[in-house]
Structure formats: structure tokens, C-alpha cells
């Protein structure tokens, strides 16, 4: 059931119109997401379960969080988190397990390294090439007036010209 | 026999849109009034042939004719009417015959109410918008046609996708195409003063309310969307950065640069060719976000490669589109000459920042977006980029500039002094330390962004309420007739920008606290038991079948109070679509002025009467669209002003008034 309801959500974001609809869309399959009988006991354990699963990307789905997905591989996952965190693991631990397990796909935070050193450090290259540029054009600007202010030799000449011949 | 009309009044629109591009264009190049005069009829007369085109798709679907293959994929003669209409647009061939109503709109209302447009200038702008138009139709015509026939029809349709079952899809799409389709019509005029070489404070006065309203209108699109979003979901997520989203986001977010460095051209004369890029670039964005949505790329890599035809078809569109425009500004941009100078720091220096982060912003987005995909094309790996990043790179560029924001209209234009305008805030910064101190006890180690977030929200609505008060002038022994003429007589535009600004701090609030402060509970309830989420008592009452018009649900039913005050039934359900299978979830929201209560109500247990419950409390989560809202409402009011209003040059003309009579009009108020 889940599985049809998936592949239709697929076939439909396909075919559909609209960002507007893909919004709605991208919400996909409804209610879902962490049933009562997996929560841990601890509230504490909980919470960390809870913000890893935001972390980890439902790998049949689209754009969504094993935290939000119910798809039964996102149901087996946090379960699996759950598990983890009980058997004291660290979510550095888990996330590398996960990341050893499926690929860098399975993380909604990509892991720095040179295939994604351009989404790491591009925006901040991005900000500092445009405040580099904005330097240039105030820099421009300011010494654009202070050359106007005087006429070198020559211009003088040829303006006392001018104006002697009209 | 309509449905055929439609299909013919569609191929029609495109031979229109032709001549619309050609004529008009050389008339203006030669110099030959008589081509140029055709431009305004041509521009009308599409968009009746395109409105003729909707109407019969749409008649279509109303009364549920099978022999269509659009209609047989897309509706069930069970599905409420206004399903029925709606669903005309929720579906890739009638979404881009929507598109092209809305382009062929703002065509057409450029051609009628632009009389006071130069000759050249309008021209030239009608006839790009036919271009993009010519493009569009030609698409469809040849790769998504909404008017193919089936033989034989089948008895019923297919039914909608029951998400989109929702009033959301009646007005959301709508609304954001015509703010995304509405940037066409300042690519056209950036389009046209190139190909003039001209720009000048009277061309950015004609640009300005076309950039204002297309803003308005995506603002209000994608909040509607984010707010439908919300309650459709079953979680109550409101964004999820998801490309789809981010395709809107984008113009978006340019736009918004865009509407502010207008300004800068329009009462300086400077930052000409940037704008121009802005207007290329943000119409660029809107064509990018068709493509992702459109050529199933997104789906997947491979997708595209195995049906590349619509895919491949936009790709064209696009890389005609910006780069045509590109190259034509890179042979003309140069030819501008810059107008009026400025001091870094100034009113146009703080419009200069903006511009800086907000590009920066929307440089970072596509590249969260766009990067995954290039780096699969490319072979490198399949890598996901998720919410966590886009909280880690865009949130930095956010904070800064509204820290900034509640400065920047305190500056003076040309050069400003900064310690003066920090020192007239001295109010503001006053109770943003409160706020802030408070914030950093309570939040400490939890959440830096909270903590910042809070703070900087507080900071700007304080900001902007010190300014208004100091414009109306408070405090200056006026008494309160003084006061009330001031606020009366105040420039809309400036009003218009305060009630925007303040917007910002009160989406912000919205988005802050209620991530920070969710209280949620998801577990199981019999009939008749308790639960307490956020300070209110949920009592699960039961659940019962109830009918729809095409779903049977399981309805449940919750009763809230508070401090032994009953606050409000709550009815969540489940429905199950007859025809699809498909289920939705549909929670039960009352917004409370500190926030609200929602139920979703889940599957009920194996072995009892008790069923899975999520029950929470989302504080001030309805701050984000009511700031969106201000958003939108501060844009409106803007384009009330007098100097924006479409009329407004007319009365100067006729008053006698020079050649250029909105730049005429413009000097004689300010």
C-alpha cells in the first residue's frame, strides 16, 4: 500500500503542474512519520532520535526525512537510529554508519569534501567576490570626480583655444 | 466541437504572437508608425485568443467531456466543481496554458493601460513578450497539448490527485504565476531599453510597479503555498527547501533585490546596468524553476536522458532567453552611462548591500539546488542537499541583512551619517538588548539562530516603528492634529515600505519561535482519555465514518480546553479516495494568538477502539504567513502611491507638463 502510494506520488510529481502543485506535492505521502510504538522512553534519547532523523534522507522518496517519510525503509531507519542511540552510540557514529551503508545520498547535510567543496565555500566565495566587486565600484567612482577636477596642461591648452576662438 | 475551438483559438494566439514579435519591432527600429501601432491591438487580441483557448479547456472540464485525454487523466465527473476548474491547472498541459494566459495578460495590460509609454519603448516591450509567448505556445502546441482527443473515450476519468483536492490549489497556483509569469514584462522592458540603449529615471518609473506587482503576487503565492503546505501535510512542516519550493524561492528572492535597486535607478539614476541584469536574471530564475519542474529532471538524471523531448524543448527556451539577453547586455550595458554618485554609506549604499546579500542568497540556493544535479550529470556521485544545509549557508546571509534593514531607511541619500541614524535608534537598541539577554538565558547552548533570530526580529520591528514614529513626528509637540496630518499625508511609498519591513521582523518571529518552542505528543488514545500538549488538554471523544463526494474518511473528534476552558472542537480525518485509493490526511487547526493547536488523527489500533494521534502546539507559527501577508500588503500600498499609479503621468501630461511627464511628475513631488 505504501509502496503504490509512493510510486504514484512519483508518477504524479512528474506529470503535474504547477511549483505551486510540486509545493503541496513535495509534502507527499500524508500523516506518516514516527509512529507511538517506536519512540524510545527516554525523552532525552527521543529528542536526539528525533533531530537525527531530520538529518537522514528517506532514500525512496523524494526530498523528505526519514523524520517526516512513512515509507517502511524510513520506518526500518528509525528504528535502526533508535536502536543505536539505546545501544549508546554517538550520532556522529550512526551518521557514519548510515553513510558507509548507503552513500553520501543518504545525508541531507552533504559531507564536506572536494566533490562539494563549491556548495560549501561557494556561498561565502559568492558574498566575498561581490563585496570585492562593490569595493571596486566605489573605488572607481571616487577617483572618477577627483580626476575631472583638474585639466592636465594639454586640456587647458586646447580649451583657452576654444574658447579664444569663439 | 469547443474543445477543437480551443485548440484552433491556441494556434491562432501563436500566429498573433508572431507577427506581435516582428512588426512592432521593426516598426520601431525603422522608425515606421504604422508597425508600431500594432503592437497594442496584437498584444489584446492574444489574450482573447489564449482566454478563448482556457475557457474551452476549462468547459471541458466542467462538463467532464472523456473524449480528452487531459480531462480523462485529470478529473472525475464525482469531483466537486471547484476541483473541476481548478484541476485545469493541476496538471503540466493546462499549467502552461495558464502560464501563457498570464503572459499574454500582462502583454495586453502593458498595451492598454501603458498609453503614456514612449512609442519605441513600448513597442519593442510588446513585441519580446510576444517572443517568450511565441516560445511558450509553440511548446505546447508541439509537445503538451492540452486539446488531444481520445478514441474511444472512457466512461470516467482518472481523478485528480486527491493532495490536490484542496482550496489551496484554486487560488495558489494562480496567484504565484502571476508573480513568477509576471517578471516577464520586466525582462521585456530591461529587453527593450537595451535594444533602445537608453535607461533613465523615467524607464525604472515604468519598470517599478510591474516589479511591484509581480513581487506582490509571488509573496503571496508562495506563502499560500507554504500555509497550504502546512495544513495539508499531516506534520505541519511549512518549508522544506525542496527544489520545487526553491524554484519558487529563487525569483523570489531576486525579485526582491531587484524591486530595491529599482529605486536606486529611479531617484538616482545610478546602478543602471545592474538593474537591468537584475530584471534579465530574475525573469531567468522563473524560466530555470519551469525547467526544473517541467523537464522532470528533478525526478531524476536519467528521467530527463530517457524523455528529454519537453526537457529539451525548455532547455532551448531558456538558453534563448537569458543568454540572448545576456549577450545583448554584454554589446550594450557598457553603452550606459552611470548617473548620480554616492558615499558607501548612504541610502543607496545600504540599497547596494541589500543587493549584495540578496543575490548572494539566491546564488546560494541554486547552488544547493542545482549543484547535486550537475555533480550526477557530471558523474561525480549522488550527494543530497537538505534542509540542514540550506539552514547552515542561507540563515548567515539572512541575519546580516536584516541587522541592517532596520538602519538602512534611516540613511540619507548620497551620504549619510551613520552614527546619527544609530543614535536615533537608541530606543531600538535598548529593547533589542532585553530581548536579547532574556533570549540568551532561555536558549542558551540550545540554538544560536533562535537566539539571533529572535533578536534581530525584535531589532528591525522596533526599528521601523522608531522611524515611523520620528516621520510623523512624535515627540515634536505637534499634538496629535500635527501627528495625524503627518501620518496622513505621508508618501504611500514610504508607508508602503514600513508596513513591508515590519512584515519581515513578524514572519521572522513566526519562523523562530515556532521551531524553537513545538511542544508535540504522538501516541495512541482511547476514546475518552487525555492528553496535554503545550498547556491545553486534547480529549479524543472517538472517531467515526464520515461520506465525502468522491472519499469516505475517519473522522476524529478532540476537545481542547484550557485551564478548564473548552477552547475548541477539533475534527482531524482521514479520507480514502474512491477512485485513486489514495488517502489524505486532514488536520484540525485553530490558530490562538500564541499559537496553534493541531490534530491529525492516524490509523486506529489492531486490537482496541484507540488510534494513533499527533497532537501539537506550534507557537505563533501563523506569524509567518501574517508577516508574508504584510509583505504583500506593504507592496499594495506602495503601489498606491501617486507616482506609481498608472494614471498618475496622464495628469501631468495634461497639466502641460514636459516631454517625459512621469520624470516630470516625479521632480515636481520630491
Redesign the interface.
Known amino acids: 500500500m505504501i509502496r503504490?502510494?509512493r510510486t504514484?506520488v512519483?508518477a504524479?510529481?512528474?506529470?503535474?503542474?504547477?511549483?505551486?502543485?510540486?509545493?503541496?506535492?513535495?509534502?507527499a505521502a500524508?500523516?506518516?512519520?514516527?509512529?507511538?510504538?517506536e519512540?524510545l522512553a527516554d525523552p532525552q534519547k527521543e529528542q536526539r532520535a528525533q533531530e537525527l532523523g531530520?538529518?537522514i534522507?528517506c532514500l525512496v522518496c523524494?526530498?523528505?526525512?526519514i523524520a517526516?517519510s512513512n515509507a517502511d525503509l524510513a520506518k526500518d531507519l528509525r528504528v535502526l537510529i533508535r536502536e543505536k542511540i539505546q545501544a549508546g552510540q554517538s550520532n556522529q557514529e550512526i551518521k557514519d554508519f548510515l553513510q558507509s551503508r548507503y552513500?553520501?545520498?543518504?545525508?541531507?547535510?552533504?559531507?564536506v569534501k572536494p566533490?562539494?567543496y563549491?556548495?560549501?565555500y561557494?556561498?561565502a566565495a559568492?558574498?566575498a567576490l561581490?563585496?570585492l566587486g562593490?569595493g571596486v565600484?566605489?573605488w572607481r567612482?571616487n577617483k572618477r570626480?577627483a580626476a575631472q577636477q583638474k585639466l592636465s596642461a594639454d586640456e587647458q591648452r586646447r580649451l583657452n583655444h576654444i574658447l579664444d576662438g569663439e | 466541437m469547443i474543445v477543437e475551438l480551443g485548440h484552433f483559438a491556441l494556434i491562432l494566439a501563436l500566429c498573433t504572437a508572431i507577427v506581435q514579435s516582428v512588426l512592432p519591432l521593426w516598426g520601431a527600429q525603422r522608425d515606421i508608425p504604422g508597425f508600431m501601432a500594432t503592437a497594442t491591438p496584437a498584444a489584446v487580441v492574444q489574450l482573447g485568443l489564449v482566454m478563448v483557448s482556457f475557457a474551452a479547456l476549462t468547459y471541458a472540464y466542467v462538463v467532464s467531456d472523456f473524449t480528452v485525454l487531459n480531462v480523462v487523466q485529470n478529473s472525475h465527473t464525482l469531483k466537486p466543481l471547484l476541483y473541476k476548474i481548478s484541476g485545469v491547472w493541476g496538471n503540466h498541459e493546462g499549467s502552461l496554458l495558464l502560464w501563457v494566459l498570464i503572459l499574454a495578460l500582462f502583454g495586453a495590460i502593458v498595451g492598454v493601460f501603458g498609453r503614456n509609454l514612449p512609442p519605441g519603448l513600448k513597442s519593442r516591450t510588446l513585441a519580446v513578450q510576444a517572443m517568450i509567448a511565441v516560445g511558450f505556445i509553440l511548446f505546447m502546441v508541439l509537445t503538451s497539448n492540452p486539446f488531444t482527443r481520445v478514441s474511444p473515450p472512457p466512461v470516467n476519468g482518472q481523478d485528480l490527485n486527491p493532495l490536490l483536492q484542496d482550496p489551496g490549489l484554486a487560488f495558489h497556483p494562480p496567484m504565484l504565476y502571476v508573480g513568477y509569469v509576471g517578471f516577464s514584462i520586466v525582462f521585456s522592458f530591461a529587453i527593450a531599453a537595451l535594444i533602445e540603449g537608453r535607461v533613465d529615471a523615467a524607464w525604472a518609473r515604468w519598470v517599478r510597479p510591474w516589479t511591484l506587482l509581480a513581487w506582490v503576487f509571488l509573496t503571496f503565492g508562495i506563502a499560500l503555498g507554504s500555509w497550504w503546505a502546512y495544513y495539508e501535510l499531516g506534520w505541519g512542516g511549512w518549508w522544506y527547501w525542496d527544489p520545487v519550493e526553491n524554484a519558487s524561492f529563487m525569483p523570489w528572492l531576486l525579485g526582491t533585490a531587484l524591486l530595491h535597486s529599482a529605486i536606486v535607478v529611479e531617484k538616482r539614476d545610478a546602478l543602471k546596468t545592474w538593474t537591468i541584469l537584475l530584471a534579465i536574471l530574475t525573469f531567468g530564475l522563473s524560466l530555470v524553476g519551469t525547467f526544473l519542474v517541467r523537464s522532470g529532471v528533478l525526478t531524476s538524471v536519467h528521467a530527463f536522458a530517457t524523455d528529454p523531448d519537453r526537457g529539451v524543448f525548455i532547455l532551448a527556451l531558456l538558453v534563448i532567453a537569458i543568454g540572448g539577453g545576456l549577450a545583448l547586455y554584454a554589446y550594450r550595458a557598457p553603452q550606459l552611462k552611470g548617473g548620480g554618485l554616492f558615499a558607501p554609506i548612504s541610502r543607496e549604499g545600504a540599497l547596494v548591500l541589500n543587493n549584495l546579500l540578496l543575490t548572494a542568497a539566491t546564488a546560494t540556493v541554486f547552488l544547493g539546488t542545482l549543484y547535486p544535479l550537475f555533480l550526477e550529470a557530471l558523474g561525480g556521485g549522488k550527494v543530497s542537499v537538505g534542509p540542514p544545509y540550506f539552514n547552515a549557508t542561507f540563515i548567515p546571509l539572512m541575519l546580516p541583512l536584516v541587522a541592517a534593514l532596520g538602519v538602512g531607511p534611516l540613511l540619507a541619500w548620497k551620504r549619510a551619517d551613520l552614527k546619527g541614524a544609530l543614535q536615533r535608534l537608541k530606543v531600538a537598541f535598548a529593547i533589542t538588548g532585553v530581548v536579547f539577554v532574556v533570549c540568551a538565558y532561555v536558549l542558551w547552548g540550545r540554538s544560536v539562530f533562535g537566539m539571533l533570530g529572535l533578536a534581530l526580529a525584535v531589532w528591525l520591528a522596533t526599528a521601523v516603528l522608531v522611524e515611523f514614529a520620528e516621520r510623523i513626528g512624535v515627540g515634536k509637540g505637534l499634538g496629535w492634529d500635527g501627528v495625524w496630518r503627518r501620518a496622513r499625508t505621508m508618501p504611500r511609498a514610504s508607508f508602503g515600505m514600513m508596513v513591508a519591513h515590519l512584515g519581515v521582523a513578524v514572519a521572522m518571529t513566526g519562523m523562530t519561535a515556532s521551531s524553537l518552542w513545538q511542544s508535540e505528543s504522538i501516541t495512541v488514545m482511547q476514546p475518552g482519555e487525555t492528553e496535554t500538549v503545550g498547556g491545553y488538554q486534547f480529549t479524543f471523544k472517538g472517531a467515526g465514518p464520515v461520506d465525502g463526494p468522491n472519499y469516505t474518511a475517519t473522522e476524529g473528534t478532540f476537545v481542547v480546553t484550557a485551564g478548564g476552558e473548552r477552547i475548541a472542537t477539533l475534527t482531524p480525518s482521514k479520507r480514502q479516495y474512491v477512485v485513486s485509493g489514495r488517502e489524505t490526511t486532514e488536520a484540525a487547526i485553530r490558530t490562538r494568538p500564541l499559537g496553534d493547536i493541531f490534530a491529525v488523527i492516524g490509523d486506529p489500533q489492531a486490537d482496541g477502539p484507540g488510534y494513533t494521534v499527533r497532537l501539537y502546539f506550534k507557537p505563533l507559527v501563523a506569524w509567518i504567513w501574517f508577516g508574508c501577508g504584510f509583505m504583500g500588503l506593504g507592496g499594495l500600498i506602495s503601489l498606491t502611491d501617486r507616482r506609481l499609479r498608472v494614471g498618475a503621468p496622464t495628469r501631468a501630461r495634461r497639466r502641460g507638463a514636459a516631454p517625459q511627464p512621469a520624470l516630470g511628475a516625479a521632480k515636481a513631488q520630491d
Open positions: 503504490r502510494a504514484a512519483w504524479m510529481r512528474r506529470s503535474l503542474g504547477a511549483f505551486a502543485i510540486a509545493l503541496a506535492v513535495a509534502l500524508p500523516a506518516a512519520a514516527v509512529q507511538p510504538e519512540k531530520e538529518e534522507r523524494q526530498s523528505e526525512s517526516n552513500g553520501d545520498y543518504v545525508l541531507l547535510r552533504p559531507p566533490e562539494t563549491v556548495l560549501w561557494g556561498p559568492i558574498t561581490g563585496a562593490v565600484f566605489f567612482r570626480p
